[in-house]
């Protein structure tokens, strides 16, 4: 019997799990993506697992030039020529950081480092935007000065303690190609010594840093963007969702609280059908109207238009906490009334107290309302800087010049908060909406 049962069971458990991976499929191929570089997404044959992040260092000998008294605008010069070239030429094989080693006699005195995420960001929006990468062109007009100084370097005649990580030789074709860019399209003032390749699954988790510094360069008109980035729209979507989880856990409760223990039934019965009435209305067809209203109030296009349309109780909690209100024993309240207690003592003492559970279940559900909502934030902004995370994901993907792992890895990073809360409060959200009743 207990053979049978299992084998009855085996087809149901299978198919849950079955729509569990393809619940979590998008999800999963949507960070996939955003560890991989901006060729390999494109490829005809989808590729779900990433590579190792590949690490080109390359050693430059400037012991002829040691007496220079322009040394370091030199070295600074060919670290332009030796990591810019490298990724525009080399980017196709999967390369995720460059290294240059600038050495007098043995020992590094230059070192400077660039991730391929950084260097996408400077070819896309920065210094060399829409520009030829040609020798000409990378020197000219000082634009290495602040290339370099955008990407950072160290320089210290008396040394520094910087020396190559364990190298390999399975990229013998990728050393070749960069030391060919030297030899045909590039002249360096400095001798090239070698270039070598080393693995990292780190620089594939670095790849984050750079996302979250990408609207620093879409939106540099914007201060409060160019300097904080994502996380100018971090804040405000922390901002307007806190927002959301109190006005929505207070107000109705307030409204509720009246339609059950003070009215009378008849006319509670009648408020909570204006209520439901009103759960019917699609916000489309009012989504005009209260954008002319919010125009009118001045409250179009500042915090105001992003806060005030959260002060209305949502009708669906109202009528929530309606129901667990009338759950209550009489006895409550007519022990704390004959105690004095007030109306607004008993509200603030004992119904909310109690209503843990619904308090758990609305506050959730508000969070992720808050957080994912983006039509009417996307309709009553147009400054940059109070755009949440969703809708700079939206004007982001407007781009021609956006990548797709840039775009992938913003939106992992905005889904993170919510997978997080969900999984920290899921027993709350278990209890809220199956432990609403009370014992008399």
């Not at 290339?147 to 320089?155: L, S, V």
């Not at 399975?170 to 390749?197: I, P, R, T």
Request: glycine letters at 4%; a neutral charge.
């Amino acid at each position: 019997m207990k053979k049978k049962k299992r084998t009855t069971q085996l087809p149901l458990i299978g198919l849950t799990i079955v729509m569990i991976l393809l619940i979590l499929f998008p999800l999963f191929y949507a960070i996939s993506i955003s560890f991989q570089d901006e060729f390999s997404i494109y490829r005809t044959k989808p590729q779900f697992f990433p590579n190792q992040g590949k690490n080109v260092m390359i050693e430059v000998d400037f012991s002829d030039l040691k007496y220079e008294s322009n040394l370091e605008d030199l070295m600074l010069r060919d670290a332009t020529l030796a990591i810019f070239p490298t990724y525009t030429q080399q980017r196709k094989e999967g390369i995720t950081a460059i290294e240059i080693y600038g050495k007098i006699d043995g020992k590094t005195v230059f070192h400077s480092r660039a991730h391929t995420s950084h260097l996408t960001l400077e070819n896309d929006y920065g210094v060399y935007k829409r520009t030829n990468p040609t020798q000409k062109v990378l020197l000219g007009k000082e634009r290495y000065l602040k290339f370099m100084d955008n990407i950072g370097y160290e320089f210290d005649l008396n040394g520094i303690d910087k020396e190559y990580s364990k190298e390999t030789e399975k990229e013998k074709a990728l050393v070749e190609k960069v030391q060919d860019n030297f030899a045909e399209d590039f002249e360096l003032n400095g001798n090239l010594v070698k270039v070598e390749v080393n693995y990292s699954w780190l620089q594939q988790l670095e790849k984050y840093v750079y996302y979250f510094e990408l609207p620093k360069y879409m939106f540099s008109q914007w201060p409060t963007v160019e300097k904080y980035g994502v996380f100018a729209f971090a804040f405000n979507t922390f901002l307007t969702t806190g927002w959301a989880i109190l006005c929505q856990v207070f107000l109705p409760a307030v409204t509720a609280y009246p339609l059950a223990r003070l009215m009378k039934k008849r006319t509670s019965d009648f408020m909570t059908m204006f209520f439901l009435i009103t759960m019917m209305i699609p916000f489309v067809s009012i989504m005009v109207p209260q954008l002319i209203l919010m125009q009118n109030l001045g409250m179009y296009d500042n915090y105001w238009a992003m806060l005030v349309p959260w002060l209305v109780p949502s009708p669906f909690y109202i009528i929530l906490y309606k129901a667990f209100f009338e759950r209550l024993p009489n006895s409550l309240f007519e022990a704390a009334r004959m105690d004095g207690g007030s109306e607004f003592y008993i509200f603030t003492k004992i119904c909310m107290p109690i209503s843990k559970p619904i308090v758990s279940l609305i506050a959730i559900q508000a969070f992720i309302a808050g957080w994912s909502d983006f039509f009417w934030y996307y309709l009553a902004t147009k400054q940059a800087s109070l755009w949440t995370l969703n809708v700079a994901i939206f004007n982001m993907s407007g781009s021609q010049a956006i990548k797709q792992n840039f775009l992938m890895g913003i939106s992992i990073a905005s889904v993170i908060p919510i997978i997080l809360f969900t999984f920290i409060f899921a027993k709350q959200l278990k209890e809220g909406a199956l432990g609403s009743s009370v014992k008399g």
